[in-house]
């Protein structure tokens, strides 16, 4: 099946769900008239749209093969590369802009139609929820879309819009205002929004924002804020010290020995009890993404998993592909969804877990680290390690005595006596590890000013990404600068 295809039945529901969410009269709109239609509104306020294809391939997880799936193509080479994607496909930048806004809208319409009803014990964790996802689609899209958070110019950097009442207008103008702005919005949504919870009402709750995956996100984004103490209070109140029994268990007997279509399902899929919040997306990278150009090479392999490591163990991540052209760790399970009964076109999807276990904890252990809390932050880094590593290919041994951290270990692997750092540093190496193919590292990337380096297989081209580089936030849609809205300068 061609991504051509795909895209225009994608496009068609977008655009029809546009129409329905922009173009809504007043009298279809008093049909959200009881809180189970209120409900089933919010199921959409989650973007449907994979970010992982252009910020994996933008990170320093992607090198170039010299060879792969399409080497021209623009949704895999251009980000590689630091180049606009001028495209709206799937798993384009500006694909996910339009369904994020289409799921603030739904979530806008919700709040509006509690607003209506009023509060009370079933519309009060409907309007959590909304809010909460209100917020989370707002952090994704300036976290893509503008530069992060820094304090010293979040008051002057351009923001994107928030929008906080439902469409009525197709092209209504509105504007980006500041970063500092758009934090500050986004803060209020959380902090109304998740006293509001109620995770007995959810008949799935990894479908949905519950109050771990509500705390979660929280810690996520005021790490982005760097207000510490908060992310730290709020990666406690997600799971507390139950977290450490809900870390994807790597190196344990029966994920080792699960077949390999079942580990696809397994590492994404609501079943994980390490995933918080699972959304179904549609998307071609579960097929794609092994064989991509601009991706997973041996070498980047050979540097995160063969050679040696700070835990001296051996990461028990589990890999197949003879060459670097299919290198990959089975993690996506692809739906495919036909269009009709008997036709062969249709739409694939991946269910995408945008918020973990894995990635609360390492946030928790920085966000300790600031804080000045070494212990509890090593004795968490410990915990993690504690379901990764193994003695050596043969066995499935962890070793405390060998494998654990301690602060002179931690120094000495980085060569330094900056234990703070180095925590940091330890944390961020784990996790872009754990999260290869699932785009994560470039959270990473634009909020710690990384550095990145890409060299052509035939090493005549450098692509550099230097660390206050315009190119860190990927252009808003051609549509949307043709309104009005300021572009990203380059």
């Known amino acids: 099946m061609k991504r051509k295809l795909n895209i225009i039945i994608i496009l068609t529901l977008f655009l029809s769900s546009c129409s329905k969410f922009l173009e809504t009269s007043p009298d279809q709109r008093a049909e959200l008239d009881t809180p189970e239609k209120i409900a089933e509104l919010i199921t959409s ?64 319409h919700a709040l509006q139609a509690i607003e209506r009803l009023g509060l009370n014990a079933q519309t009060r964790p409907l309007k959590g ?9 707002h952090h994704m899209l300036i976290i893509l ?17 928030y929008v906080t009442v439902p469409e009525h207008e197709v092209l209504k103008k509105y504007e980006r205002k500041t970063v500092q702005y758009v934090y500050e919005m986004i803060e209020k949504d959380i902090v109304e929004g998740i006293p509001l919870l109620d995770d007995s009402r959810l008949k799935v709750p990894k479908f949905h924002f519950t109050k771990s995956a509500a705390h979660a996100f929280a810690a996520r984004f005021y790490l982005f804020k760097q207000d510490f103490k908060k992310s730290a209070e709020h990666a406690e109140a997600s799971l507390g010290n139950d977290l450490k029994i809900y870390i994807r268990p790597i190196n344990s ?17 609501p079943n994980n009890p390490s995933n918080l919040l699972v959304v179904e997306v549609p998307t071609v990278w579960g097929r794609t993404y092994p064989g991509n150009r601009y991706g997973m090479t041996f070498k980047i392999y050979n540097d995160l998993f063969l050679k040696g490591n700070i835990t001296s163990g051996i990461y028990n991540y589990s890999f197949f592909g003879g060459s670097d052209l299919v290198l990959h760790t089975p993690k996506f399970k692809e739906h495919f969804v036909t269009s009709s009964v008997n036709s062969t076109y249709g739409v694939p999807y991946n269910m995408l877990p945008i918020l973990t ?14 804080l000045g809390q070494y212990d509890k932050a090593i004795g968490l880094l410990n915990d993690f390690i504690s379901h990764k590593v193994v003695f050596d290919n043969y066995t499935t041994v962890y070793v405390p005595e060998l494998h654990n951290l301690h602060p002179s270990k931690i120094n000495v692997y980085y060569g330094s006596q900056d234990l703070r750092e180095n925590i940091i540093k330890t944390a961020l190496d784990f996790k872009r590890v754990e999260f290869i193919f699932e ?19 035939d090493e005549k081209e450098t692509f550099y990404l230097e660390s206050n580089s315009l190119k860190r936030m990927f252009q808003l849609p051609p549509e949307v600068i043709s309104s009005g809205i300021q572009p990203n300068p380059r």
């Open 45 to 108: 306020a989650y973007p449907q749209a994979n970010y992982i294809p252009f910020m994996e391939a933008a990170s320093d997880n992607a090198g170039d093969k010299g060879a792969g799936r399409s080497s021209n193509d623009p949704l895999n080479m251009n980000p590689w590369k630091y180049m606009d994607i001028d495209s709206r496909d799937l798993d384009s930048p500006t694909f996910y802009w339009y369904q994020a806004y289409k799921a603030i809208a739904a979530a806008n």
């Open 129 to 137: 929820e909304a809010l909460i996802a209100r917020a989370y689609a």
């Open 145 to 161: 879309f503008s530069k992060s958070y820094n304090p010293s110019s979040a008051g002057t950097d351009p923001g994107i819009p």
């Open 253 to 269: 007997p029966a994920l080792i020995q699960m077949e390999y279509f079942t580990k696809q399902q397994w590492y994404t899929g």
């Open 357 to 370: 276990v894995d990635e609360l904890l390492l946030n928790w252990v920085e966000a300790l680290a600031e």
């Open 439 to 457: 785009g994560l590292r470039w959270l990473d990337i634009v909020r710690k000013n990384i550095v990145v380096e890409h060299v052509s297989f």
